[in-house]
């Protein structure tokens, strides 16, 4: 299987600061890379799909970059509600393998 | 609107199985499939599998092949996920999701899935 690895685990950040999250893949995937967005006793959200397509009604702020086995998230100006859980996921190949998530706090 | 609604939650003892009911509403079923992803406390997010919504076909993740099953129904709109032989690892959160982009032949996880069922706890007891 396709191991995804998560960095930073967790972080903490103010308003209007610009976050980055990495996911590394133990593979090359190309640019079959999602990147969903949770909140607490809610199902996923898609953000990005293929890696740096924003889903249709995700504010312009979420950007996604790379391709092969490094990947990044960026949250440009953070928002309060952008607070919650994200998770990258591999659709290369079966098993289509999820991060272990990288926890935001708003500061 | 489009949604996917869930069955209630289960509390199942250890080699017991479970059937997940997802009803879909708001779009024509059989233009789109159904994943199904799951939550625990220890593996985290898992993807487990979809199915069609055109003609049944299925893929599973190995890990769950031969346990589980997915099955739709297309006169009533509803996906079902049956999980066989429960263990307490099966404790989890399972989430069905909509899959906007299928064939006749694949549904493709490339472009993400667009809308999500609620999720239906699951509790295996020993």
């Known amino acids: 299987d396709i191991q995804m690895t998560q ?17 590394r893949a133990s593979q090359n995937i190309g ?22 397509t924003l889903q249709t009604g995700v504010p312009a702020r979420f950007s996604g970059s790379g391709s092969g086995t490094d990947f990044t998230l960026t949250i ?27 926890k935001v706090e708003i500061k | 609107q489009v949604q996917l609604v869930q069955s209630g939650a289960e509390v199942k003892k250890s080699g017991a199985s479970v059937i997940v009911s997802c009803e879909a509403s708001g779009y024509i079923f059989t233009n789109y499939g159904i994943t199904w992803v799951r939550q625990g406390p220890r593996q985290g997010l898992e993807w487990m599998g979809w199915i069609s919504g055109y003609n049944g076909k299925t893929e599973y993740a190995q890990k769950f092949q031969g346990r589980v099953t ?6 009533t ?13 099966d404790t989890a959160v399972y ?26 706890t699951v509790t295996v007891s020993s």
């Open chain 1, 31 to 52: 640019g079959y890379l999602n990147w969903y967005q949770q909140k607490p006793g809610k199902p996923p959200n898609l953000l990005i799909y293929a890696a740096s």
């Open chain 2, 70 to 75: 997915m099955t739709i129904d297309t006169s």
């Open chain 1, 76 to 102: 440009s100006s953070l928002q309060p509600e952008d607070f919650g859980t994200y998770f990258c996921q591999q659709t290369d190949r079966n098993p289509y393998t999820f991060g272990r998530g990288t």
């Open chain 2, 95 to 120: 989430y069905c999701a909509r899959v906007p982009h299928c064939s006749s032949t694949k549904c493709y996880m490339e472009n993400g899935v667009d809308v999500w069922g609620q999720g239906t």
């Open chain 2, 77 to 89: 709109n509803t996906a079902h996920l049956e999980v066989r032989s429960l263990k307490s690892d």
């Open chain 1, 7 to 23: 960095s930073p685990s967790s972080l903490s950040a103010s308003v209007r600061d610009t976050v980055t999250i990495t996911c």
